[in-house]
């Protein structure tokens, strides 16, 4: 029962329900000290006579002067409160809705951020994030907290910032964050979000759309009127894509979902054996509505599953090769259909291009162990030997060279990279065991560390 079907039904809520309103009412009387409220109410009033803001900085500033707070337990404290008036709000929003719980709300969110945006003024080495005259400058942008998009790219932005220099090891996949957030500012996109929509979204969402609109922009693919369909906060980060590709699938007169379906139909004309049509769907979910056109869903979902986790993609075709499975030759004429819808790019997770380089930490991505381990070849040549040294799944691998581009035969063209295996652990040296050799890129799964970021030696 949810909290709310127990007011409905003149209860207390449970325990658990408890303790979130707990947590968050520690976490808002946590940083009631700072005034969340009165921080909010003086960012759009420069005459208001509150001195609050000030003395907020006062107060951070002479904390790191003294020596008794550095900037990473700034950064820590102020995300931990984050999350907690997080629960907090959400947990009252689902028992009251109304107009003054959510104007009380925006206003505590409002605070929140611009605590942050303070916390990011005095920590940072550069001067990026600056709160003048009332106003919040990120990159001499400046950002309205009144107005629900820009308050969630501020937020995001300050985030990401923080994680530059509480993470160094994660820094050139913060950067590319900020750009893509950034970016997202400047292009006037009609994304609209209603005041309620989030209390605040998790970011992946802005990245999402950002990275799948700069993307449709770039190949001159046609624009939605409106962005403001599917995202509320019963949808996932993936919605703003899978929505996306939706409009498409009936705009894009270069890659419609006729030209789609066309495609894939020819491939399975030439398929002799017989096979689980479920296999062949990247979401065998969408054969399970009869209310929708499978297909139209189909569409929508190898092109948000392509984009938003191209690493499960990849591993899923795998599995089918490895399995002898017929529908890959299907499941693979999909994924060739959307690599050409997004201009030849392959990517990782949520937008994030696939293109390996030197230096770049990898996980070993094998979804069948069983059928033995991957060889470290001393050539760039598909020749096993029991002698070579192996990898599994999960194991990590950094790049040392290549690649060589290498004709399969079974799987045509296929390129190859030098690797040495070893394991990575967050923020340390890569710890390598000596073994060295050429594996296929379709082994490389999720990056762990990318050649321009940092790392311990």
């Known amino acids: 029962m949810t909290a709310k079907q127990e007011q409905d039904q003149g209860r207390q809520p449970g325990r658990q329900g408890n303790r979130i309103a707990n947590l968050g009412r520690l976490a808002v009387a946590g940083l009631a000290i700072y005034g969340l409220a009165r921080i909010a109410q003086e960012i759009p009033t420069p ?36 999350i907690g008036f997080l629960q907090y709000a959400n947990y009252n929003l689902n028992l009251d809705r109304s107009p003054g719980t959510i104007d009380e709300i925006n206003l505590q969110r409002k605070g929140i951020v611009t605590y ?83 209390i605040l979204p998790d970011e992946e969402v802005l990245i999402n759309l950002s990275r799948f609109y700069q993307t449709v922009v770039e ?21 703003v894509v899978r929505e996306g590709a939706r409009f498409q699938a009936h705009e894009n007169e270069v890659f419609s979902q006729d030209k789609f379906d066309t495609f894939v139909e020819q491939v399975k004309l030439q398929i ?9 769907y990247i979401n065998p979910g969408v054969l399970d509505n009869p ?3 499978s297909n139209f869903e189909d569409y929508a979902e190898t092109i948000s599953r392509y984009f938003t986790d191209g690493v499960g ?43 390996p380089k030197v230096g770049d930490i990898f996980k070993i991505s094998d979804p069948d162990p069983s059928r033995g381990p991957i060889y470290l070849r001393p050539e760039p040549v598909f020749v096993d030997n029991p002698d070579y040294p192996t990898v599994f799944d999960d194991y990590s691998a950094r790049i040392v060279a290549g690649p060589v581009l290498v004709n399969t ?11 040495e295996s070893g394991f990575y652990y967050s923020g340390q040296a890569f710890d390598t065991n000596g073994s060295q050799g050429w594996i296929s890129e379709d082994w490389l799964g999720a990056i762990e560390v990318h050649t321009e970021d940092s790392l311990p030696h």
């Open 313 to 355: 993609f990849r591993r899923q075709l795998n599995l089918l090769w490895e399995t002898g499975n017929p529908a890959y030759a299907v499941l693979r004429a999909k994924y060739d259909y959307v690599r050409l819808f997004f201009g030849g790019k392959e990517y990782l997770y949520g937008g994030q291009v696939f293109e």
């Open 116 to 198: 942050g945006v303070l916390i990011a003024q005095e920590v940072l080495p550069d001067e990026s994030v600056r709160l003048e005259d009332h106003k919040v400058k990120i990159y001499d942008t400046i950002f309205n907290l009144d107005d629900e998009f820009d308050l969630y790219l501020a937020d995001a932005l300050v985030n990401q910032k923080l994680t530059t220099l509480l993470h160094k090891e994660s820094g050139f996949e913060a950067e590319q964050k900020i750009q893509d957030l950034m970016w997202l500012k400047n292009h006037k996109l009609p994304v609209k979000f209603q005041r309620d929509t989030y």
């Open 47 to 82: 005459s208001d006579s509150s001195n609050n803001i000030p003395s907020i900085r006062r107060h951070i500033i002479s904390q790191l002067d003294l020596g008794r707070n550095d900037p990473e337990s700034f950064i820590l404290d102020y995300r931990s409160a984050k």
């Open 219 to 239: 190949l001159g693919y046609p624009i939605p009127k409106n962005i403001d369909y599917g995202v509320n906060n019963k949808a996932d980060r993936n919605t």
């Open 272 to 280: 002799t054996s017989p096979y689980n049509e479920r296999d062949s």
């Open 409 to 419: 035969r079974s799987r045509g063209f296929r390129r190859m990279w030098k690797v």
């Open 291 to 293: 209310n929708v056109s």
